[in-house]
């Protein structure tokens, strides 16, 4: 079967291998290297994650002024691009891809284009005055 955990932990890891049939999963890890990144090396990408949320479509989705407000917070960036992934994005194999993807900078880049493509399709489907805020 396929599932899709979100967990809190402490590194990515890859399932090697599952024991037994029990009422929990039980499963060797291996760890997923991650390339290092400074907080301060991923700005520009955080400012334009920032700027993807003001845009007065992506808002018209619930979530998305939550996950605005993390931008604006100590959380790290690698982490809020995961949470965008896991919240905002449809294709799961896009997900799962970025899930096993340890190259820190690439994830994140990955999840802006990505959510740069939802934005455009809002606008493609939502009337043109909703995503023109003089117009509201």
């Known amino acids: 079967g396929c599932y899709n955990f979100l967990l809190q932990g402490h590194t990515r890891a890859r399932i090697m291998r599952e024991h ?29 994650l920032a700027e993807l949320f003001e845009d007065s479509g992506m808002l018209s989705i619930g979530l998305a002024r939550r996950l605005r407000e993390l931008l604006h917070s100590p959380l790290p960036t690698a982490h809020v691009a995961d949470l965008i992934a896991f919240n905002l994005l449809e294709d799961v194999h896009l997900k799962q891809e970025l899930l096993g993807d340890g ?22 489907v939502l009337p043109a005055d909703f995503c023109n805020p003089s117009m509201n």
């Open 20 to 48: 037994g049939e029990r009422a929990y999963r039980v499963a060797e890890l291996e760890p997923l290297n991650e390339t290092p990144v400074l907080e301060i090396d991923l700005t520009d990408e955080r400012r334009r």
């Open 103 to 124: 190259d820190i900078r690439r994830r994140v880049n990955r999840v802006i284009d990505s959510l740069d493509l939802v934005r455009s399709t809002l606008h493609s």
